[in-house]
């Protein structure tokens, strides 16, 4: 029964389309997503300038210790996906993990926002590792978690909308906490980074309690075939569906994070905008997400998944096109073109992280046992991969064509129509790679409507046997 081919299910069961969550739980299980994208962009934007500029460490050590803990980051992932796999307690698989994940990374938080005078590589390095293993352990459990909450095709699109949209609320609260604090707190000031690890600190609990105690998690019955088999994480790993899913999100990683690398470079340097300006024009571009993801879950229960991610990317590029060719300067139609950028964007890691779900679908079925955690786990890898090689890859392109990031450098117009083509011409390449991935891409709703009648049927039978 286990190993029943997925190809040989019946291709005409419809997709459930109702009998979705209350949206009043969604948000609630969503709710994980505020600390975890607060914590990204402040890792990701303030934390690197705060070292080097306020606390004095070099930027090379800065660099180098951020490099070295993600890289490390990355063989975290899967080891610890596989144990979630396995985790089997009264109050569920996933729900233990988010809980023993939070207090450690609010231990991290206090740590990195709070360094003691003369706090070192060493002290960056020790910190970063813990709490970039607390994110992984909760991202994780919470983007499995919600397979199991969201079963149906569409459903799963709604939630993980959801979750994109509530994470990008975080993040947009912090880039505004300058406008909402009356200037008190400035994410990057130095003298503010305290209070903003405290406001961190203090929404992880809040953030914590509501998923655990609000959201439902339902554990498929244990088997005899729930054992650890090497071979079989690596035939769920080959799949073709698994293959495409890795490769397109490496690539949809890299497209963006290419773009993240030379940001600041791009619009002060070649749109000629102050730095005050730069900080704002995020704003646009993050909190599209917050309109874009419930909107890219909804198109994808229309079209499918993987048809409605191979438009986004297209659109994508041409967005990307568009944003080039305003003239510098211009603040309002460069804040648009932001926002539509941004747009386009969220639909990626709305829709593959949905689409991971169904194949862990397919391959319970097939093996009988849980690999979500470690299908997650791989693809959590590939966007840490993306931020990690980005900068590797982009900085000596910059090199090659003479352009010089030195404060108080004036560029070349070579140097600055380098600038512009890297900006331009790295992340359409690799997004459109990415879609391109899809093209022949086999789950739709109807095949995991099979699927999940297959799996809801098996299941009803163990539980019945087991009690």
């Known amino acids: 029964m286990w190993r029943r081919s997925v190809s040989a299910l019946p291709q005409g069961a419809a997709a459930p389309r109702g009998g979705g969550l209350p949206l009043t739980t969604v948000l609630a299980f969503s709710s994980t997503a505020v600390p975890l994208a607060v914590l990204a962009l402040a890792l990701g934007v303030f934390l690197p300038r705060y070292f080097a500029g306020h606390i004095g460490i070099s930027l090379v050590a800065v660099g180098a210790a951020f490099t070295i803990v993600r890289l490390i980051d990355i063989a975290f992932d899967p080891m610890i996906g596989a144990l979630m796999d396995r985790t089997r307690t009264p109050i569920g698989r996933y729900r233990p993990w988010v809980i023993a994940g939070a207090p450690v990374m609010m231990l991290g938080a206090y740590k990195l926002f709070n360094p003691p005078a003369g706090a070192g590589e060493g002290y960056l390095i020790v910190w970063l590792l813990v709490i970039y293993a607390a ?17 149906s095709y569409d459903e799963r699109s709604r939630v993980y909308g959801w979750m994109h949209a509530v994470g990008v609320a975080g993040a947009v609260g912090l880039l505004l906490l300058p406008a909402l604090t009356g200037g008190r707190i400035e994410p990057g000031s130095g003298d503010s980074m305290p209070a903003v690890g405290w406001i961190v600190i203090l929404g992880i609990p809040l953030a914590t309690a509501l998923c655990v105690l609000l959201a439902p998690e339902k554990v498929a019955p244990r088997n005899a075939a729930e054992t650890f088999d090497l071979r079989e994480y690596w035939q769920a790993l ?15 990683a890299l497209g963006p994070g290419t773009t993240a690398a030379i940001y600041v470079f791009f619009f002060h340097d070649a749109k000629a905008f102050n730095y005050a300006q730069v900080s704002i024009l995020l704003v646009p571009f993050i909190g599209a997400g917050l309109l874009g993801a419930p909107v890219w879950a909804k198109l994808a229960q229309r079209f499918g998944k993987h048809q409605t991610l191979m438009g986004a990317t297209v659109a994508y590029a041409v967005f990307q096109t568009i944003l080039m060719a305003i003239p510098k300067g211009l603040f309002l139609p460069t804040a648009l073109g932001m926002f539509a950028v941004g747009f386009t964007a969220s639909a990626f890691v709305v829709l593959v992280r949905a689409m991971v779900a169904d194949v862990g679908d397919a391959i319970r079925l097939e093996q009988g046992k849980e690999q979500t955690g470690l299908l997650y786990a791989m693809v959590t890898s590939t966007q840490k991969v993306g931020a990690a090689i980005s900068v590797g890859i982009i900085f000596p392109v910059l090199s090659l064509v003479g352009y010089n990031a030195a404060d108080n450098v004036t560029n070349t117009p070579d140097a600055i129509f380098g600038l512009e083509m890297c900006y331009l011409f790295a992340p359409i390449i690799f997004v459109l790679i990415g879609g391109a991935c ?9 095949k995991h409507a099979a699927i999940r009648a297959a799996l809801d049927a098996r299941d009803a039978r163990d539980q019945a046997a087991t009690a």
């Open 135 to 151: 994110l992984s352990i909760v991202s994780l459990a919470h983007a499995a978690w919600a397979s199991s909450i969201a079963t």
């Open 438 to 446: 899809f093209f022949g891409y086999g789950m739709n709703a109807e």
């Open 238 to 252: 080959k799949r073709p569906e698994m293959v495409r899913l890795i490769l397109a999100d490496l690539a949809l």
